[in-house]
């Protein structure tokens, strides 16, 4: 069975980009956040 990821538009990932760079959280802890 293929696991099917979500999609998201590019407004999104560039602002968990921005969230990640500006608070320093890890990229799994925003993942969670978001």
């Known amino acids: 069975m ?3 990821r979500r999609q998201f ?3 999104f990932r ?3 980009v921005r969230i ?3 608070t320093g959280k890890s990229i ?3 993942a969670r956040d978001l």
Do not use: I, L, M
């Open 2 to 4: 293929a696991e099917t």
């Open 9 to 11: 538009d590019p407004e």
């Open 14 to 16: 560039a602002g968990a």
């Open 20 to 22: 990640v760079r500006e």
């Open 28 to 30: 799994a802890q925003v």
